[in-house]
């Protein structure tokens, strides 16, 4: 710094730090704890700016202000300007969300620095012996001052290298925003030490502020666009600053029940205006509970045991949804699930509580709408179970590793096989044999059954291809689709393209479906169904006689096959009510020219009861389990 007056780049340093200012008091800011230690980085910084102007106002208006004054504006120059590195430490430790609790190690590294910097500068003020002044009123630095430049930038270093060793709460790309800010600093305080014609450091360091504020504290990061609520990234950095310093909360998740119905009654915009209620009630059910958007038809509200009861607050909940939600003379009704969990009991870290949170909700979904569950009364075990047979499906398709096994269906006029059905066989390294039973419906719900589907289908295709099957007495194979999957637009496409590649006639497929409750788009299903019919593939439908079976099902589709589900064929053996139902129904199916199987069959009088009660096929171990299929082909050489 010498004796003329340049303050453009102050100036423009100020202006900048006003506009920061500006920002943070007019914008919500993140409720956490390094918000407020980026606001008092700032206020440092400004006050930085101030003491650097007042130095050069000093020494160029030397005809009125003594150099004992320029002096001192120096020494706190030098003050605040390293206090703002230590404080810059403090704001990235911050964002790993540790706690410092127990954590002595991080304490002595903060510590040192802070202990040399309150020594230096207390000394300075007394001895001034950071900087000397000649007689022309240039400055020049001491051995001491490069030591303390050496400390901040140990700090600067310090806490920049503790955010990556936590890369997780803090993004990659923050980080890098962060050290490239960090770095453009050091490099201006270097530059500007060797060259002292323009002061320009402050500048230099403002805009590294600006940077800092749009990447890592504007609130645009924090707040859900559509409810502006506090969003699920922010959540989980709170929630991890809460555990780290043992502080007890509830979460309350409110899953909204049917909300795709609500979006598709009235509209995703209504939809949007409904959350949006839902959102700002949410945010007067507590004192002092804070709201996030957990999902996206999900909220959380985090509360306090000591501030807030959780009683109340669920009490409050459901009376709320007993009502309806207005909107421009729409009254709508809503109805939630709501989920309740507690730190530390249900959970000692944030995976293992969102993890339970997200099975109850599955579980509370099974369990019908507008309930209330607590996560500790939800079987963990079988949360487990289901987990790693969810990696074990990934697994297999990925991998490849699934097979597809035969069974034979017996043609009770033909007195031959002419048919078989595909079943899939999953074999996991750590879980062994899983059965379909099990694997199926979680493979529905992570949505891998499409993949895992089209992996059956190609297998059967190829072995309907490779071991000539027009050659045998089998006329087609029965292969199961998920409904999952025929509600997908590409369905029929995927499935003709693999008969395609391995030239196999419509004739040779029949594929089976159940009827299920989980139907959420029944056009493009049916469309599905027939174009696929046109083509000339028919279709089963499956375990017929179990759970849902609605007979606007079997008018809706054009069924060329109903099989009854082995249930009812076991029990209509067990006693006579089943057994003339049975009979009934099979005289019914039969009056509306559609083919029958009987799944199960097991014995020789359940052989010979449902011939002579009109099935037309037969399938169960009584001929054979479903086998590999080299095994497979065998039997249908040796039967042709
Ligand atoms: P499903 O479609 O009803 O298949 C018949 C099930 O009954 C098969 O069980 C078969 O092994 C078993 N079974 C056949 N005959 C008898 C018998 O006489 N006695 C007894 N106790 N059981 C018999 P599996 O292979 O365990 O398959 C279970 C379910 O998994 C299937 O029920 C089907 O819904 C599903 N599944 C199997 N493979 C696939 C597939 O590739 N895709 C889809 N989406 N689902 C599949
Ligand atoms: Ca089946
Ligand atoms: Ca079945």
């Known amino acids: 710094m010498d004796g003329v007056l340049d303050l453009h780049y102050d100036l423009a340093a100020m202006v900048i730090m006003a506009v920061i200012l500006l920002l943070l008091s007019t914008k919500k800011n993140i409720p956490v704890r390094r918000s407020y230690v980026f606001i008092i980085m700032c206020i440092v910084q400004v006050l930085v700016i101030v003491c650097s102007m007042g130095v050069q106002l000093c020494n160029s208006v030397d005809a009125f202000v003594s150099p004992e004054m320029s002096n001192r504006f120096f020494d706190l120059y030098f003050a605040f300007n390293f206090l703002s590195a230590l404080i810059f430490m403090y704001y990235m430790i911050l964002w790993s969300g540790r706690s410092m609790k127990n954590r002595t190690l991080t304490k002595i590294h903060m510590l040192i620095p802070v202990a040399i910097y309150t020594y230096m500068i207390i000394d300075n003020f007394i001895h001034h012996n950071l900087y000397t002044m000649s007689l022309d009123g240039r400055y020049s630095y001491t051995y001491r001052l490069q030591m303390l430049s050496a400390v901040a930038l140990y700090a600067m270093f310090y806490g920049i290298s503790y955010a990556i060793r936590y890369i997780d709460t803090i993004s990659y790309g923050k980080l890098t925003a962060i050290t490239i800010g960090g770095a453009a600093v050091v490099a201006g305080i270097i530059v500007q030490f060797h060259y002292d014609e323009t002061f320009f450091v402050n500048f230099v360091i403002a805009v590294a502020m600006l940077l800092l504020y749009e990447v890592?504290?504007?609130?645009?990061?924090?707040?859900?666009?559509?409810?502006?609520?506090l969003n699920r990234a922010i959540m989980e950095e709170m929630i991890k600053v809460d555990i780290s310093d043992e502080r007890e909360f509830?979460?309350?998740?409110?899953?909204?029940?049917?909300?795709?119905?609500?979006?598709?009654?009235?509209g995703i915009e209504i939809g949007d205006v409904m959350l949006m209620q839902v959102a700002s009630f949410l945010k007067t059910v507590s004192n002092r509970?804070?709201?996030?958007r957990y999902g996206s038809d999900q909220f959380a509200v985090q509360i306090r045991p000591g501030s807030d009861s959780l009683d109340d607050v669920l009490n409050n909940i459901t009376e709320r949804f007993r009502h309806p939600w207005i909107h421009e003379g729409n009254s709508i009704h809503l109805s939630a699930t709501t989920i309740c969990t507690s730190y530390p009991e249900d959970g000692t870290t944030l995976e293992s509580l969102v993890e339970v949170l997200d099975y109850t909700i599955l579980f509370a979904k099974k369990k019908g709408r507008g309930s209330v569950i607590y996560t500790r009364d939800v079987d963990l075990n079988a949360m487990r179970r289901e987990k790693a047979?969810?990696?074990?499906?990934?697994?297999?398709?990925?991998?490849?590793?699934?097979?597809?096994?035969?069974?034979p269906i017996y043609n009770t006029d033909k007195q031959c096989y002419t048919s078989a059905e595909a079943l899939v066989r999953m074999k996991d390294e750590n879980l062994g044999n899983i059965s379909p039973e099990l694997f199926i419906p979680i493979a529905e719900r992570t949505g891998r059954i499409v993949q895992l589907g089209t992996m059956v289908f190609e297998k059967v295709c190829r072995f309907i291809h490779e071991q000539n099957l027009a050659a045998s007495t089998i006329e087609y194979i029965e292969v199961n689709v998920s409904v999952v999957q025929c509600m997908r637009e590409d369905f029929v496409d995927t499935i003709l393209s693999i008969m395609e590649k391995y030239e196999v006639r419509p004739e040779q497929i029949?594929?089976?479906?159940?009827?299920?409750?989980?139907?959420?788009?029944?056009?493009?299903l049916q469309e599905n169904v027939e174009k696929l019919?046109?083509?000339?593939?028919?279709?089963?439908?499956?375990?017929?006689?179990?759970?849902?079976?609605?007979?606007?099902?079997?008018?809706?589709f054009p069924f060329r096959i109903i099989k009854l589900d082995k249930l009812m064929v076991w029990d209509a053996f067990e006693t006579e009510r089943a057994g003339t139902t049975l009979k009934y129904t099979v005289g019914m199916i039969k009056e509306l020219n559609i083919h029958i199987v009987a799944e199960g069959v097991e014995t020789e009088q359940q052989q010979n009861k449902l011939s002579s009660l009109g099935c037309d096929y037969l399938q169960g171990w009584y001929y054979s389990k479903a086998v590999p299929s080299e095994q497979f082909a065998t039997i249908i050489k040796k039967a042709s």
Do not use: C, W
């Open 289 to 292: 509970g804070k709201v996030f």
């Open 216 to 229: 890592a504290q504007h609130p645009l990061n924090i707040l859900d666009g559509s409810t502006q609520v």
């Open 533 to 556: 019919y046109e083509k000339g593939i028919t279709f089963s439908l499956d375990d017929y006689g179990s759970g849902y079976s609605t007979l606007g099902y079997i008018h809706q």
């Open 510 to 524: 029949n594929l089976e479906i159940t009827e299920t409750a989980e139907i959420s788009a029944l056009q493009i």
């Open 250 to 266: 509830e979460l309350i998740v409110l899953a909204m029940d049917d909300f795709k119905l609500i979006n598709k009654t009235y």
């Open 389 to 407: 047979i969810e990696k074990a499906v990934d697994e297999a398709v990925k991998n490849d590793t699934l097979e597809v096994h035969y069974q």
